[in-house]
């Protein structure tokens, strides 16, 4: 071995990849000489792990743990144990020591891997584990029987292997923990890995029942009540929400008596990302959903304190509710994997739950609680943090610079446009690792009925319903009364005008049913104008046309959807220079300007665009920084509703 830190980091981030092996932030990993020992932290997934996120132990101090007593209240001695792991931590190290660190310290081989592969939970969790697992592995695996995690464990196992050693020349290289998981250990990684194709390999051949995930397609209707079960969620804070429908998801949702097998945890994990339990909602259509929802939701909360993460939903499948994408689709990952144990564990008798006690007991768990900690410390922020935006014309342009903007404040992004290429690019790009918010795009022509229902079914259906419609999609074509045809002219009219209410239209049947769940909740549909919708154009009547009858929908618009708590404002920035609609060399305004002779003497570019500089009494264009400061303020205040926001620089002027 090289470098064995390096070993460790790479089998670490093999198995942590696998999601069949590990979600999230679950299991660990360790190395060890004859003086130090390095552990994955707490709260750091596998998957992404690098030498930085293992804590270094001092062997000689860690095993203090062995001989010290410890308090026999529970909760005081799981501090105590934890102090005693950070004093052993060698200085410069950071982050907090696996609990798990005490168990990786009794191993003596040098790599240990900690995992809850689903196979292996298949049998562990199963009523026939202790028989299954000396009945395939024998005498080269040690059983474990559940008992809490922390020092209890740790204390199980050391007796354990005390008495292995008195019959056998060295440590087992499998440990299986009863609804835990297994360790494996070795002298080398790539015996690590061996040892775990074998165990694989053997408990395969075991199962004729194996769960299917094939994936299905998603039922029609689910936009007729996911945006009211969002509110119904969202009691304690702001959701979102999604479903997955796959054939395994659909054998659990079939039936009470089906859901019933996943309706308490098998191993803490669970209980960590998912909480212990969760809600079957048992109703044909979308009232009597809603209806069930919010009984049910109402008898779990007075019955557990807490809302439930998943519901079970007969026929749609499992949805999940959190405040923010990363942790629903690890909750979506964790409860499939639930189901998948499940599944696999009717091949070994069938499943064998956690107890009510067992249950507290990780529930309550400073430990675990820590972990909570680490995930929602990562949950992001800005001021519209979780909200579910939607930006027409959002691949470009203005309409790029407000996507970006809405995602570093936090919210959940539908970049909605004809240009495939761009907005997939663009959407791409602002999806980052460990990123809580996510941005999507979906191709969206807004003079399309049907393309525009299929851009609110989209949104719905990644993030549960839709809080900002940024109608931002326009097209402008210059030109005088004799330049002018009826085609562009009907052209601009379509997208500028018609757009606008074909999109408000269709957001605001989402924002109502929202509202209808939720008396106090608002959403915002903020169309982006123009100056030219405040003051007539020369030479460019068909756009400022457009833009002006799209301020007499926001204040119509305004006054029909108050009701619901739904204001609509427009926006209208002054000429942005810097973007491609006046700056691009073939297309651009200041091209088509010169042109058209709106600016009477200009030869050239450069002097058009001087020349619409110094009719800005603050001497330069308008920016999308400006326009987001003036969209966040729509956005945040209460009281504002059908009103034309000038962002002109002093250009234009409300009278």
Known sequence: MDNPVSDLVEITRFYGSDKSYVIAGGG??????DSRIWVKSSGTAMKDIREANFVVLNRERLQVIYSRLYSQDSFAREAEVKEDLQKA???GSTGRPSVETSLHE??????????HPSKVNGVLCSVKAEETIKRLFGENALYIPYTDPGYILFNLVKDRLIRWRENHDADPKMIFLQNHGVFVAADSTDEIRAVYNHIDDTITKEIRLFPDTTSEELPAGLVEFMPALRMIFSDDSLKVVRIRNNRLARYFTSSPENFSKVSLPFIPDQIVYCKARSVYIDADEPAGIIS??????????????????????KGYGIIAF???????????DVFEDWMQVSYLSENFGGPHFLSDSEIAFIDNWEVENYRRKVADAAAGHGRIKNKIAIVTGGAQGFGEGIVKGLMNEGANVVIADLNTEKGRELASGLNKPGQQNECLFCETDVTSEESVKNMISTTVLSFGGADILISNAGVLRAGGLEDMTLETFEFITKVNYTGYFVCARHVSAIMKQQASHNKSYFTDIIQINSKSGLKGSNRNFAYAGSKFGSIGLTQSFALELMPWNIKVNSVCPGNFFEGPLWSDPEKGLFVQYLKAGKVPGAITIDEVKTHYEKQVPAGRGCRVEDVMKAILYLIDQEYETGQALPVTGGQEMLR
């Open 106 to 115: 009794l191993i003596r081989y040098p790599f240990v891997v900690h995992t």
């Open 89 to 91: 931590c060698e200085p």
């Open 292 to 313: 069930h929802c919010r009984e049910k939701i109402l008898q779990f909360r007075a019955e557990h304190g807490y809302m439930p993460r998943i519901a079970g939903i």
């Open 28 to 33: 660990n990993t360790s190395y060890k000489n």
């Open 322 to 332: 959190d405040t923010n994408v990363k942790s629903v689709e690890t909750e979506q």
